[in-house]
């Protein structure tokens, strides 16, 4: 079982940055991405962006590219979201995600292709 603890959210005035980290308890994460999803007040939680443990490569929602980088330090079995030019609209609890099994580019926006899940961390821009 992989528990996964996020740190980084909190309040920014729009147009400000944030960094969101999110660290696997394996000492090697074994899996084969990690991402993030958010959820806004009233609405279901929805893709961010993912990347590939092995090969680094990544992925964005359209209403994020351009805005949010996602990284990942191996070493550290971290992920981490770097989120500039902040809007109002992204604010929501960002949750953490993590893929044990073969990852499939046709389903990685989909909740259910994740097996673990962090407990959420809120970013709150301001306008």
């Known amino acids: 079982q992989v528990q996964l603890v996020e740190s980084g959210g909190g309040l920014v005035q729009a147009g400000g940055s944030l960094r969101l980290s999110c660290t696997a308890s394996?000492?090697?994460?074994?899996?084969?991405?990690m991402g993030w999803f958010r959820q806004s007040p009233g609405k279901g939680r929805v893709f961010v962006a993912v990347i590939t443990w092995s090969s680094a490569n990544t992925y964005y929602a359209d209403a994020v590219k351009g805005r949010f980088t996602i990284s990942r330090d191996s070493a550290k079995s971290t992920v981490y979201l770097q989120m500039n030019n902040l809007k109002p609209e992204d604010t929501a609890v960002y949750y953490c995600?993590?893929?044990?099994?073969?990852?499939?580019?046709?389903?990685?926006?989909?909740?259910?292709?994740?097996?673990?899940w962090g407990q959420g961390t809120q970013v709150t821009v301001s306008s």
């Open positions: 394996e000492r090697t994460f074994s899996g084969s991405a």
């Open positions: 995600a993590a893929r044990s099994g073969h990852f499939r580019i046709a389903s990685m926006t989909w909740m259910s292709e994740y097996d673990y």
